[in-house]
């Protein structure tokens, strides 16, 4: 019996740290550094969003202080005279994906993507909703 | 003049079919020398004969692996690290598409940490006055395309192409069912 016990104590001694290893590489830690990297000038909406929703990371220029990175693109489609005219609507449609990876590793850790169309902010509100979605990742929601 | 040359038929077809079955004996034999000719004996003798059939399985082995090691070479293992190249933009979406559908990989941002690449290629096309004239529709057309290629050997081991008219989330509905399909195509036997 006692044997028994044994093996299977030496057995989960030896398993759950392989078990755990790769949860927390997956996982953005709360106050990591983040760098945002050139998005072609969404990297300054997503910036803001970050600060206004107070997600619990330290925002870095320099990409070799930074534990992880920040890339993505943004797509805006502009209302044209057809829809002004027929659909009324001034509102811009929004498109934008953005990828979280872990500088040293190379991992992807989070990747998120939001299209709304007719944005009433523009991309002051996607880059809202990337945050909102890295925040609710990082405090595991 | 026809009996002579229907003589000659049968005994040109006799020679022929003698040929046939010494070659038939010599690979039954251990050689192997010409393996895609087994199948067919063994086919056209299903279960009648206990000694042409041995030989069959042996010598239909090869045939099946040459079949089989393409197929086991093209299966992406779960936990396959991948590369997403870039799409102009659309990679992005591509990922956010794995990560969404929780496709059993894990997507490194070095191609040289990875062991499969994926690339493609997407396309937008915007709704015209005529559409929202008409359709009341400003939804945008979507089409993209992608491959995943062994980065070691260059084998092609996926491919899928999504075409989605009046696509309700743009780039991210086709970034998605890419995303889904390559799901289906991982982990299957």
């Known amino acids: 019996?006692?044997?028994?016990?044994?093996?299977?104590?030496?057995?989960?001694?030896?398993?759950?740290?392989?078990?755990?290893?790769?949860?927390?590489?997956?996982?953005?830690?709360?106050?990591?550094?983040?760098?945002?990297?050139?998005?072609?000038?969404?990297?300054?909406?997503?910036?803001?969003?970050?600060?206004?929703?107070?997600?619990?990371?330290?925002?870095?220029?320099?990409?070799?202080?930074?534990?992880?990175?920040?890339?993505?693109?943004?797509?805006?489609?502009?209302?044209?005279?057809?829809?002004?005219?027929?659909?009324?609507?001034?509102?811009?449609?929004e498109q934008a994906s953005i990828t979280v990876s872990n500088i040293k590793s190379g991992d992807v850790v989070f990747a998120y993507s939001v299209n709304k169309r007719s944005s009433a902010h523009g991309k002051r509100s996607t880059a809202e909703a990337c945050a909102k979605h890295l925040k609710d990742q990082i405090e595991g929601k | 003049m026809?009996?002579?040359?229907?003589?000659?038929?049968i005994a040109i077809l006799g020679f022929g079919s003698l040929c046939a079955f010494s070659q038939t004996n010599g690979a039954a034999a251990g050689n192997g020398s010409a393996p895609t000719q087994d199948p067919a004996p063994a086919s056209a003798a299903p279960a009648n004969n206990a000694t042409p059939n041995q030989p069959a399985p042996a010598a239909s082995a090869p045939a099946n692996n040459k079949i089989s090691t393409p197929l086991n070479a093209?299966?992406?293992?779960?936990?396959?690290?991948?590369?997403?190249?870039?799409?102009?933009?659309?990679?992005?979406?591509?990922?956010?598409?794995?990560?969404?559908?929780?496709?059993p990989v894990s997507i490194v941002a070095d191609r040289d940490k990875a062991e499969y690449e994926i690339h493609g290629t997407a396309e937008t096309e915007k709704a015209g006055w005529a559409k929202m004239l008409f359709l009341g529709s400003q939804n945008t057309n979507e089409q993209a395309s992608i491959q995943v290629q062994e980065i070691k050997t260059g084998n092609v081991v996926f491919a899928y192409s999504v075409n989605k008219l009046n696509s309700a989330r743009g780039k991210q509905s086709a970034g998605e069912a890419i995303g889904k399909h390559l799901n289906e195509a991982i982990g299957k036997d």
């Not at chain 1, 927390?24 to 990297?37: G, M, Q, S």
């Not at chain 2, 026809?2 to 038929?9: E, P, V």
Request: net charge positive.
């Open chain 2, 2 to 9: 026809s009996r002579k040359l229907c003589i000659f038929a």
């Open chain 1, 1 to 93: 019996m006692l044997r028994k016990i044994l093996m299977i104590v030496l057995a989960s001694a030896f398993c759950l740290p392989g078990v755990a290893k790769d949860e927390p590489a997956k996982k953005i830690p709360a106050h990591a550094k983040v760098f945002l990297a050139p998005m072609g000038g969404f990297e300054n909406d997503l910036k803001t969003a970050i600060e206004a929703k107070k997600v619990p990371v330290e925002l870095v220029t320099e990409r070799d202080k930074a534990d992880f990175e920040i890339t993505g693109t943004s797509d805006t489609e502009k209302a044209g005279a057809a829809k002004k005219a027929i659909l009324l609507d001034w509102h811009s449609n």
């Open chain 2, 74 to 103: 093209t299966k992406i293992p779960s936990g396959s690290k991948i590369y997403v190249a870039q799409m102009g933009g659309f990679e992005n979406y591509v990922t956010a598409g794995i990560l969404k559908k929780k496709v």
